[in-house]
């Protein structure tokens, strides 16, 4: 695996200079920043990365004060005591997309940040203390007790209120491939602990955090 100061020094040639690759980096908040988000503004980001998942970002930004609208600002409380009837009739509000699946995840979702916050010392707190260190078991934990945020939505959440966590995107693996970490798109539980261990060293080794390394890796190749 190369070092991931090799990996640096290509992604300023090829992005034509240093100032334009720190210009382009993320900037995760802290722990304490994290500590002061709200539920809501978490089911909020949560649910618009969930309806954005296969479709044009620009369709949902659109639509987003609908959306707002009919799920009472994303109220935990209110959004996950609505009704069968309430989510069915969202299924004929043309003002928003109507997919069940998705629909329905919303309420489930708010539900799940409740019991949160009921039985595993908050949402919010949790979020904020899981180590960037080991955030694919926290991929996991989302994948599990959420509704519509396998695959790369749970981690694309994280990424949207700014919780340190590396990205597997295309050009992320293909750096990952490149430069040696990785010989294979890493799609099981193991194979993602792999890229864990790699971005750990590297982390180590760099300082810089995990969004910013995942940034770094896909500016450094064509």
Avoid at 68 to 77: A, L, P
Avoid at 103 to 115: D, K, L, W
Avoid at 150 to 172: E, H, M, N, Q
């Amino acid at each position: 695996m190369q070092s991931f100061e090799v990996i640096y020094k290509k992604a300023i040639d090829r992005c034509d200079g240093e100032e334009a690759v720190e210009n382009a980096l993320p900037h995760p908040r802290t722990i304490k920043q994290l500590k002061k988000l709200t539920d809501e503004f978490c089911l909020s980001n949560m649910t618009c990365r969930i309806f954005q998942a296969g479709l044009n970002r620009k369709i949902i930004d659109n639509k987003w004060p609908a959306f707002e609208e009919v799920f009472h600002q994303f109220n935990i409380d209110v959004v996950r005591m609505m009704s069968n009837e309430a989510l069915e009739a969202l299924m004929h509000e043309k003002r928003i997309v109507r997919h069940w699946g998705k629909i329905q995840s919303v309420r489930h979702n708010a539900q799940a940040i409740y019991e949160f916050n009921e039985e595993q010392g908050g949402f919010v707190n949790t979020l904020a203390e899981w180590p960037s260190s080991n955030i694919v078991s926290l991929w996991d934990v989302l994948k599990k007790q959420f509704k519509q945020l396998g695959g790369a939505s749970g981690p694309y959440f994280l990424r949207r209120v700014k919780k340190d966590s590396f990205l597997l995107t295309a050009d992320v693996v293909r750096a990952l491939m490149n430069w040696g970490a990785i010989d294979e798109v890493p799609k099981n539980k193991k194979q993602k602990q792999y890229v864990q261990d790699c971005m750990n060293e590297w982390h180590a080794e760099s300082g810089r955090s995990y969004s910013q390394m995942s940034m770094i890796l896909a500016l450094s190749i064509d």
